[in-house]
């Protein structure tokens, strides 16, 4: 037990990063070593990086100003955004222009025209966290233009609660790895079982338990089975059979196995009774009934590339053993990507072992590290954001037809909205020219905006790409609580370093703009960081006490041992398993009150693009679609291994895999056969969105016809904009490729997996990469 342990010595206290929880050994004076939590049993070394010198390198030393900004202010000509010069400044002046700059807009044209989505992970800690800081600042100031959902889910985050639950609840209810082990016989998974991917949970984790559980599993007997374009997403410590699907086309496998076991009677009429509403509406389409097409194996074979035999027997082998489903969240960050969720639901409700231990579908087992957890879920401390007086929101991955389209109307979730006029954007925590899909197109929509302000702690590309920026401290600057969902302890994050350069809590600088806007009571509320740190500890203790009958040690206590245990439950988590044994009595949120396998309220929206059940949409970019003669390679952009996002991209771990300082994109050997590549090239991985430079990697874990290039590298292009021959990204950004179209008019999700590219050597100009050099800094202020 962690509160027992006398291994730890005096010295070391604790920060926590979304890649876990970390001991720190150190004086504020003498060099500090950072190392995992010792009761980890996987520890991520992402975390150990956060303080190397190349990471601090890249810091925002001061307040700085782009030049160009400025020069509009005195009513001069100016440099446009991206590539600019910056002026360094006090933080006075820097306060008193990005405070006039809200104040205008303000009064010229009101809240609606500030957006502050500012969508990002930013950093661990329940207190410093830059999104909820940057909500209730703008939201004492009378309001702004939200985002909804995210990028991770954008399709099934509006989606799955009109299906069976809302995707919060699905996250934190997955069957626990120990109830897997035990009564999982056959693991069918589309996109693996990433635990490089486990390695990150939302707020941090004590316990990595993604690998040890996909092991576990492996030695009590589990037969894997992965459907996937790649074959190196789930590793067991064993086989893995690899079904080299064609990227983008699962929902044609999932319908053909659905009617597999339609056909042989094999469904379980007893559970889509009970438990479920629509499946005769579903099962129409599914036959043929409806539109002619029997969604048989041989039609899915000519769509997914796999033989129709595998997909028959496939569908025999589900039914026949206890059968978890799984899926990861990249199927639906495409066009459609509603489909593969609902195609998900269905199959696993034919099967009807949905509520059953090890049984059921998963939405995803690796995605992130909570899944599985066996811990008990209990609520956490929480900042309050307060109240936005602006209702205008857009779903998150809008922003740039935001940008380029004020007063057109979008739809979302069945309802129509309108695009506000933004003069005003606040970005604290996040990297849009990272995560943002088709950057050219992102590039054109920010310079629209009069000001972009943002809070960074690094030069990333988003810093070069704003007016004002702020140089935001680290975690290890500042003290916080970590608190995570389904986590065995709490701990105090100590400030382990003084801030480099000026650097402030982001809560520093809403607090000082505050001030200067007459808002300071209503942000602050007349405390300090600490003693918000003690008051929300303090309130949700009594919450806890209240709510949950269990008490923790008061906030001194707490803060003097470091650390505190959480409730324990011996009772393992079963998804579902209450509304299987009394649906009457644990009714779904669902308007039925069941599983719908036909939604009625999505069907009565009326999208052509997004019906009322499961059903194959052809994508617009995909390896069946014409453009493939032109772009013969589907492109996966998927999570990087030694980050998270851009995160730490410039530290030395993240760098390691860079071949000739580019990121790796990785092909199959018949392909780069075909193009004479070979280990290390140098290509360009083009369409006629952009371009961006690569090192190939020759390899067999991608099927043919499939690149493979993760995210994260920083956006490097070599003209920031008036491109005339087109983009070109010089460091290996795959959103230099992606395009940024919604999933549907239903939920207006990111598509960042659905992408057609093709692939050559590189025979231009040697280019080096710059994505991690300063921006021209001066501190010659002369015309501030
Ligand atoms: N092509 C493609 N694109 C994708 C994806 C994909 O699969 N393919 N995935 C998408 C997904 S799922 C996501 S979630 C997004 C992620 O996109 P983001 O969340 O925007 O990515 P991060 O790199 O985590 O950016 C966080 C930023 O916050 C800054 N930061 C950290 N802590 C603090 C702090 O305390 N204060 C301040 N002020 N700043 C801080 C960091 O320096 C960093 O620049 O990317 C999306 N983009
Ligand atoms: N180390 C690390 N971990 C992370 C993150 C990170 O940046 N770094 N990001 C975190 C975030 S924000 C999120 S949202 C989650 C995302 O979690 P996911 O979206 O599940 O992760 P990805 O790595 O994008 O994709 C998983 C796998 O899906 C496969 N795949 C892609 N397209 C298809 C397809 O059409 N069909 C099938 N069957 N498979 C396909 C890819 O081969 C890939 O290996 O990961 C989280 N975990
Ligand atoms: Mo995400």
């Known amino acids: 037990m962690p509160n027992n342990d006398n291994q730890q010595d005096q010295t070391t206290t604790y920060t926590a990063a979304h890649w876990g929880l970390y001991e720190i050994s150190h004086g504020m004076t003498e ?33 700085a100003i782009r030049k160009g900004w400025l020069d509009k202010q005195q009513g001069n000509t100016a440099a446009p955004r991206g590539g600019d010069q910056y002026i360094e400044v006090s933080w006075e002046t820097a306060l008193d222009y990005a405070a006039g700059a809200l104040r205008k807009v303000k009064q010229q044209h009101g809240n609606q025209a500030i957006f502050g989505g500012s969508y990002g992970w930013s950093s661990a800690g329940r207190f410093h966290h830059s999104q909820s800081q940057v909500h209730r600042f703008l939201n004492s100031f009378g309001g702004y233009v939200r985002s909804k959902n995210s990028y991770s889910l954008g399709a099934a985050g509006a989606l799955m609660h009109w299906l069976v639950m809302p995707m919060k609840d699905l996250m934190e209810n997955h069957t626990d790895w120990q109830t897997m082990e035990k009564h999982c016989e056959l693991f069918l998974s589309f996109g693996g079982s990433k635990y490089q991917n486990a390695q990150v949970s939302t707020g941090g984790t004590a316990e990595h338990r993604a690998r040890g559980g996909l092991n576990a599993m492996h030695k009590a007997g589990v037969r894997f089975i992965n459907v996937s374009p790649v074959s190196d997403d789930i590793e067991t410590g064993g086989n893995v059979e690899w079904l080299a699907i064609k990227p983008n086309t699962d929902t044609a496998l999932i319908l053909a196995l659905a009617y597999t076991l339609q056909k042989n009677g ?21 036959t043929g009934e409806t539109d002619g097409q029997p969604k048989d194996a041989q039609w899915a074979a000519a769509i997914t590339g796999l033989p129709s035999q595998r997909i028959e027997q496939l569908a025999i082998e589900l039914s026949s053993h206890r059968t978890m489903i799984n899926m990861a969240w990249s199927l639906q960050r495409a066009d459609h990507g509603e489909q593969p969720c609902f195609a998900l639901i269905t199959l696993a409700a034919m099967l009807g072992q949905i509520g059953l231990p090890g049984g059921g579908f998963a939405f995803c087992y690796g995605a992130e590290n909570l899944l599985g957890s066996p811990h008990k879920h209990v609520f956490g401390p929480t900042f309050s954001q307060g109240k936005n007086a602006v209702e205008h929101f857009i779903p998150v991955a809008r922003i740039a037809d935001m940008l380029l389209n004020p007063g057109e109307s979008f739809t979302y979730e069945g309802q129509t909205y309108q695009y506000q006029d933004i003069r005003l954007i606040y970005w604290a925590g996040g990297n849009p020219f990272h ?51 389904r986590e065995p302890i709490i701990a105090a994050m100590k400030q382990a370093k003084l801030p480099e350069g000026e650097a402030w809590d982001d809560y520093a600088i809403f607090a000082a703009l505050s001030e200067r806007l007459g808002i300071a009571d209503h942000f602050t509320e007349g405390k300090n960081a600490d003693e918000w740190l003690e008051h929300l500890y303090t309130n949700w203790r009594q919450a806890l006490k209240e709510k949950e009958g269990f008490e923790l040690p008061d906030f001194a206590t707490f803060w003097r041992e470091n650390e505190a245990n959480m409730p324990q439950s011996n009772e393992p988590v079963i998804m579902l398993e209450a509304f299987r044994r009394d649906p009457e009595a644990n009714p779904l949120t669902t ?41 013969p390679l589907h492109l996966i952009s998927d999570q990087p291994k030694n980050k998270l996002h851009s995160q730490l991209d410039h530290s030395p771990h993240s760098r390691k895999d860079r071949i000739h300082g580019r990121e790796p994109v990785y092909i199959n050997t018949q392909d780069a056969k075909r193009r004479g590549l070979h280990y290390g090239d140098l290509v360009q991985v083009f369409n006629e969105r952009g371009r961006c430079l690569a090192s190939a990697v020759p390899s067999e874990t991608v099927r043919e016809g499939v690149v493979r290039l993760a995210t994260g590298a920083w956006y490097d292009p070599q003209h920031w904009q008036n491109d005339q021959g087109g983009l070109l990204e010089k460091h290996g950004n795959p959103n230099a490729l992606t395009a940024d179209v919604p999933t549907s008019s239903f939920s207006q999700g990111s598509t960042a997996q659905t992408c057609l590219v093709d692939i050559q050597a590189w025979s231009g100009e040697s280019l080096a990469v710059t994505a991690f050099d300063l921006p021209s800094l001066t501190t010659d202020n002369h015309n501030v």
């Open 31 to 63: 060099a500090m070593t950072i190392s995992p939590y010792r009761h980890d049993p996987n520890p991520s070394d992402i975390g150990r990086y956060l303080n190397h010198p190349h990471v601090e390198a890249l810091r925002v030393q001061k307040p």
């Open 266 to 286: 094999l469904h379980d009429h007893a559970f889509l009774e009970r438990y479920c509403v629509g499946y005769s509406q579903f099962e129409r389409y599914l």
């Open 435 to 485: 995560h943002h899909q088709d950057l050219k197109r992102l590039s054109e929509a920010w310079q629209h905006p009069e000001t972009i302000i943002t809070n960074e702690q690094y030069w990333t590309p988003s810093a070069k790409m704003a007016d004002i920026v702020f140089p935001a401290t680290t975690t290890l600057e500042r003290n916080d609580i970590f608190y995570a969902k």
């Open 591 to 631: 308007p039925s009150g069941k599983i719908e396998l036909f939604s009625q309220s999505i069907a009565d929206f009326g999208l052509d693009d997004c019906p009322g059940y499961a059903c194959w949409i052809e994508p617009h970019e995909w390896l069946g679609s014409p453009k493939a003669q032109q772009f």
